[in-house]
Nanobody, 126 residues
Framework: QVQLVESGGGLIQPGGSLRLSCAAS????????VFWFRQAPGKEREGISC????????YNRDSVKGRFTISRDNAKNTVYLQMNSLKFEDTAVYYC???????????????????WGQGTQVTVSS
């Protein structure tokens, strides 16, 4: 079965860290660019980070730059989103997506993707 599965979300205090995972099954993720999105209650979905397939080049939106790091482990067929210095406004459901053709870039965060995960909740609260 071809799917992406996110994990690693949870409840965390402001300033804390979480690492989200996006694990692929049924296909080889290293051939795909991978994108992380989030959607807070009452807000539109926002693309925040991506990693390219060819050279692991990354792009991060300004709102997470310097705090979030995207990386991939091809041996585990998984992409990670390390989130540090979490803020209340980072509370959202986080989704990953993968695509064979879309490039990792600012414009690539506004595209259509081959695969989506089901999401994992991140709640930043004291």
């Amino acid at each position: 079965q071809v799917q992406l599965v996110e994990s690693g979300g949870g409840l965390i205090q402001p300033g804390g860290s979480l690492r989200l995972s996006c694990a692929a099954s049924g296909f080889t993720l290293d051939s795909y660019a991978v994108f992380w999105f989030r959607q807070a209650p009452g807000k539109e979905r926002e693309g925040i980070s991506c990693i390219s397939s060819s050279d692991d080049r990354t792009y991060n939106r300004d709102s997470v730059k310097g705090r979030f790091t995207i990386s991939r482990d091809n041996a585990k067929n998984t992409v990670y989103l390390q989130m540090n210095s979490l803020k209340f406004e980072d509370t959202a459901v986080y989704y990953c997506a993968a695509d064979l053709r879309v490039q990792c870039s600012y414009s690539g965060l506004y595209s259509v993707y081959d695969y989506w995960g089901q999401g994992t909740q991140v709640t930043v609260s004291s």
